[in-house]
């Protein structure tokens, strides 16, 4: 889910994600530059973990019948890293 500032929340459908942030399938445009509040769910060892992170637009294309938008975290908190980086070994 993504709470862009200004904006109500909307969910949105992970793609890929790094370290560095992660794109989603959405169902609305956003624009390069926007700034908000996400919050997503992994899974490690075996649990969901909820992770909550600010976030920057970084690019968004549309794509079929949906807009693929590109995120960046911006200054995530250690457990948001740790997290991550585990998820992807």
């Known amino acids: ?12 459908r992970t793609i890929d994600i790094c370290p ?11 624009n ?12 490690l060892d075996g649990k969901a973990q909820v992770l909550t992170c600010r976030c920057k637009v970084s690019h968004c294309i549309f794509s079929g019948d949906q807009f693929k938008i590109g995120f960046q975290f911006v200054n995530p908190d250690a457990a ?8 992807m070994r």
């Open 20 to 30: 560095q942030g992660l794109s989603l399938h959405f169902d609305h445009k956003l």
């Open 32 to 43: 390069p530059g926007q700034t908000g509040q996400m919050m997503y769910e992994i899974f």
């Open 80 to 87: 948001v890293t740790a997290a991550i980086a585990k998820y």
């Open 1 to 12: 889910m993504v709470a862009m500032d200004g904006m109500p929340p909307y969910q949105g």
